[in-house]
Nanobody, 115 residues
Framework: QVQLVESGGGLVQPGGSLRLSCAVS????????MGWYRQAPGKERELVAF???????NYADSVKGRFTISRDNAENTVYLQMNSLKSEDTAVYYC?????????WGRGTLVTVSS
């Protein structure tokens, strides 16, 4: 059974940084695409960044140049480094694994950007 567990969220001041981690159980991590999504209060869930099994990355325009997604296949973990955080980055951040039609979500970690 594949499970995703996010960590690293918290309260940070505008301009600060956080690194989110998503640990994946199971054996398909290295052959799967991984994504970070977020959902702010009253808004729909949106894609923040994803990384393919061959490390091709893509980012939402709103986070380009500030966020970096990476993966460590030896540790079955995907990361999201978030710099220059803004109040509008406040949301619950979810990790997603996708392999063909198979998809699994984590339970999310809350990021609050506030002074």
């Amino acid at each position: 059974q594949v499970q995703l567990v996010e960590s690293g969220g918290g309260l940070v001041q505008p301009g600060g940084s956080l690194r989110l981690s998503c640990a994946v159980s199971g054996t398909i991590f290295s052959i799967s695409a991984m994504g970070w999504y977020r959902q702010a209060p009253g808004k729909e869930r949106e894609l923040v960044a994803f990384i393919t099994s061959v490390r091709i990355t893509n980012y939402a325009d709103s986070v380009k140049g500030r966020f970096t997604i990476s993966r460590d296949n030896a540790e079955n973990t995907v990361y999201l480094q978030m710099n220059s955080l803004k109040s509008e980055d406040t949301a619950v951040y979810y990790c997603n694994l996708r392999r063909g039609s198979f998809e699994v979500w984590g339970r999310g970690t809350l990021v609050t950007v506030s002074s």
